[in-house]
Structures are given as structure tokens and as C-alpha cells.
T-cell receptor, first 115, second 112 residues
Framework: GAVVSQHPSRVICKSGTSVKIECRSL??????MFWYRQFPKQSLMLMAT?????????EQGVEKDKFLINHASLTLSTLTVTSAHPEDSSFYIC???????????FGQGTRLTVV | GENVEQHPSTLSVQEGDSAVIKCTYS??????FPWYKQELGKRPQLIID?????GEKKDQRIAVTLNKTAKHFSLHITETQPEDSAVYFC???????????FGQGTRLTINP
């Protein structure tokens, strides 16, 4: 299958600072990328969908000014958690889908801890 | 929008027995149904998928069935092995909607 790389895998930051998470498709062009949040022992909650070169579409209840998503190229999308607070601590995971394809492949996820 | 319900939330079977996980979806326009396996602390891995133009698909010990009329699909794992222990997620999407909607997940435990 296709390879999606997410970085960093773990990050600890201080409350009030911002954190950037990168999601790269290594061997295909990802026209669409998805960002999820996963709480322990729970399902994947879709935060937003981004198409290359367009503004992201956020799910209801997700603050777009807090979770900034950029999809400037066909191989890279970034999620920036701004002014992080302890309640933002979670597992964030991206997935990517190629042009005309149904299959979505996941990055390895980022465990964010805000202290 | 689409809503996907998955059952059971936990499933424990003896090694060698079969495991079945069921999902229902609400949007009749959905036409793509993947299944993902997620081991603890790792990314979900696509293990099998089915499109609405077929009723069944098999890949070695894994099979998926789809009933479009009833709007439900199921994952079947035969001859289960300890390494099958993981959380399994079903999902549904339609081409126009782009996004995948996930079920709640099933924690499968294979007992030796």
C-alpha cells in the first residue's frame, strides 16, 4: 500500500505554545488529506478535510482558528495546534487519499501532551 | 450525513474459531466500505475493502460481505490467531462526500 509519514510521533509542549504536525505522502500524490483525533480506546474523530490548494473543511465543533490546517502541496499537509492547553492532549493522526482513489492510508500518528 | 454503527464493541474468541464484526450505515449513497485494523499505539492499517458493486470479497482468512438493501456489512475472520488481536474499525464513504465515517471500533481478543 501507499506510505504516509507523520512527524513527530511524540511531542510535549508547554501550555500556551503552538505545535506543528506534518503529514507526508511518500510515494503518491495526496489530493485529499484528513486529520483525526483519537481519544484512548475510542474511535477516530474527523477534525477536518483538506484538499491541495484549498481551505480545509472543518467538522462541526472543531475550532478552525485553533487547529490550523495547511495543504500547500500534493505531498504535505500540516496541522498546527495553536495556544495549546492540557485538554488538547490527544493522539492526532492524518490520512491521505490519492486522486480518483477511494483508499485512504494513515500516518503513524502524533501523541501530543500539553503540560 | 452518514452514520456508521459497529457491533460488538468487544469480542473475545478462542484461537482457531471465527470472528464476525458487523456494521450498519445510514446513507444509501455510500459506495465504499473499508475495514481497518489498529494495534495498540499504532496507525490503522487497511486490511480489506469492498465497493457497492459486489456482495462479497475474500482475502485469505479475511472476508467482507455487503448487503446494500439492508445497509449493513460485516467482517469475517476465520481460523483466528493471537496476532489478530487488535481494534477493528469499519468505515463508509460515498465519492461525493469524500470523507470516511468510522464506526466505534471493536476490540478483538484471541484467547490461546
Amino acid at each position: 500500500g501507499a506510505v504516509v509519514s507523520q512527524h513527530p510521533s511524540r511531542v510535549i509542549c508547554k501550555s500556551g505554545t503552538s505545535v506543528k504536525i506534518e503529514c507526508r505522502s511518500l510515494d503518491f500524490q495526496a489530493t485529499t488529506m484528513f486529520w483525526y483525533r483519537q481519544f484512548p480506546k475510542q474511535s477516530l474523530m474527523l477534525m477536518a478535510t483538506s484538499n491541495e490548494g484549498s481551505k480545509a473543511t472543518y467538522e462541526q465543533g472543531v475550532e478552525k482558528d485553533k487547529f490550523l490546517i495547511n495543504h500547500a502541496s500534493l505531498t504535505l499537509s500540516t496541522l498546527t495546534v495553536t495556544s495549546a492547553h492540557p485538554e488538547d492532549s490527544s493522539f492526532y493522526i492524518c490520512s491521505a487519499r490519492g486522486q480518483g482513489r477511494s483508499e485512504a492510508f494513515f500516518g503513524q500518528g502524533t501523541r501530543l501532551t500539553v503540560v | 450525513g452518514e452514520n456508521v454503527e459497529q457491533h460488538p464493541s468487544t469480542l473475545s474468541v478462542q484461537e482457531g474459531d471465527s470472528a464476525v464484526i458487523k456494521c450498519t450505515y445510514s446513507d444509501s449513497a455510500s459506495n465504499y466500505f473499508p475495514w481497518y485494523k489498529q494495534e495498540l499505539g499504532k496507525r490503522p492499517q487497511l486490511i480489506i475493502d469492498i465497493r457497492s458493486n459486489v456482495g462479497e470479497k475474500k482475502d485469505q482468512r479475511i472476508a467482507v460481505t455487503l448487503n446494500k438493501t439492508a445497509k449493513h456489512f460485516s467482517l469475517h475472520i476465520t481460523e483466528t490467531q493471537p496476532e489478530d488481536s487488535a481494534v477493528y474499525f469499519c468505515a463508509a464513504s460515498s465519492w461525493g462526500a469524500q470523507k470516511l465515517v468510522f464506526g466505534q471500533g471493536t476490540r478483538l481478543t484471541i484467547n490461546p
